[in-house]
């Protein structure tokens, strides 16, 4: 498996090992890189620049910088998916005065309320022109008949809302899994990447101009998943990663009670597709929220996973220090895995983006504590609260 440790610990990502000294630690089949053992180097060549030194990474093949903290419009936080346009407004411009330049949404989000709120934010303070907009495009069973045009509809929609004509990334939002409907509204790989699938409508609508680049959303079944990224035609991925579900960034223990997707980032990483990390915090699980209206009634990460990690949340909060928090060691962690080159974060003020990209700020986690973490990111809870190796 390309990018796996020789030490086998599944905490090194291939890269600089954490685990054991002067394991010989290899990178996609290359030799250890320089720094030693015991030390973090991540490749992502980030570069600080503009306001508040955000950071900056190419993402993935592409030649796009991106900044590693992304706005997340969707509905968990519930504010671009409501009628707040004053906090609406001022949350944006937090974020454009931090140097944030990707802004994510969905035409599903709020049945295209988000789309509507954040091109409207957007264009109010002239920022339209100045960031990347991705959107996402999902299929239901009953749209499989005329995949081209209900595509081509759900695109124009969110151009419409949005309020532009050009997108920078347009995403599949569906699940992937070997057979139709083996989840909520998934496809099967010849769905999105034979004769007269998904793709082709995408890949024509890139051919006109109407996006730059393609996604893909990193859920469903790994294998099937593996399949649709070894096709080299997208360009990118946004798939869940976080302290309580790292395997998409890591081989899980066979006993790991939660969804496995897989390692699904390896694959990416062979493919040269950049990664963006998707519920950071768990649905805000991970920092003490309340769970949202949206998953009371979502097929998609229901109320069931969400109470389940807000109860490892607790247990995992036991290996901080006083004083540290799970939203800052969460984005901390999720931000140090070299192959993810952003994390996109869900906001409900301007606060909590000032504190994301003080978190950012502040550097990778310490080796010790990024390692305990990644334990429990791959390993089920043991019986006294702890997280076994």
């Not at 264009?123 to 495009?137: D, F, G, Q, R, S």
């Amino acid at each position: 498996m390309a990018g796996s440790p020789d030490c086998g610990s599944g905490l090194c990502h291939g890269h600089v090992c954490l685990v054991q000294p002067r394991c010989g630690c290899v990178w996609a089949g290359g030799p250890r890189l320089p720094g030693g053992c015991g030390t973090w180097e991540n490749p992502s060549s980030a570069s600080r620049e503009g306001p508040g030194l955000m950071e900056y990474v190419t993402l993935g093949g592409t030649d796009l910088k991106v900044s590693r903290v992304a706005f997340g419009a969707g509905p968990i936080p519930q504010l671009m998916t409501e009628d707040a346009g004053r906090m609406q407004r001022a949350t944006v411009e937090q974020a454009l005065e931090s140097g944030v330049n990707w802004f994510d949404t969905a035409a599903t989000y709020g049945m295209g309320k988000s789309e509507e709120s954040l091109g409207t934010a957007l264009a109010e303070l002239a920022a339209l022109n100045k960031v990347h907009l991705a959107t996402k495009v999902r299929l239901l069973p009953t749209d499989l008949d005329d995949i081209a045009g209900k595509v081509e509809a759900s695109v124009m929609g969110s151009l419409s809302r949005l309020g532009v004509q050009r997108l920078t990334l347009l995403q599949l939002h569906n699940s992937v899994t070997t057979c139709r409907g083996d989840e909520a509204t998934s496809l099967t790989p010849q769905d999105v990447i034979g004769p007269g699938g998904v793709l082709e409508t995408l890949e024509r609508l890139r051919s006109r101009g109407v996006v730059e680049h393609l996604g893909l959303t990193g859920i469903g079944q790994p294998d099937a998943l593996r399949e649709v990224i070894g096709s080299g035609r997208f360009a990118t991925m946004q798939v869940p990663y976080n302290l309580l579900n790292s395997s998409a960034g890591c081989v899980a223990s066979e006993t790991f009670p939660e969804t496995d997707y897989g390692n699904v980032i390896d694959a990416c990483a062979a493919q040269r597709m950049g990664v963006f990390a998707i519920r950071v915090y768990a649905g805000g699980a991970l920092v003490g929220q309340p769970p949202a209206p949206h998953t009371f009634k979502t097929k998609f990460f229901p109320l069931d996973l969400f109470q389940r990690d807000s109860d490892r949340a607790s247990q995992l909060a036991d290996l901080l220090d006083p004083g540290e928090s799970l939203a800052d060691a969460g984005l901390r962690y999720v931000l140090g895995h070299p192959q993810i080159q952003a994390a996109i974060v869900g906001f409900s003020s301007p606060a909590q983006v000032r504190q994301a990209v003080d978190s950012l700020l502040a550097g990778p986690l310490p080796p010790p504590l990024y390692q305990q973490l990644a334990l429990a990111g791959r390993n089920p809870p043991t019986a006294d609260g702890g997280f076994s190796p």
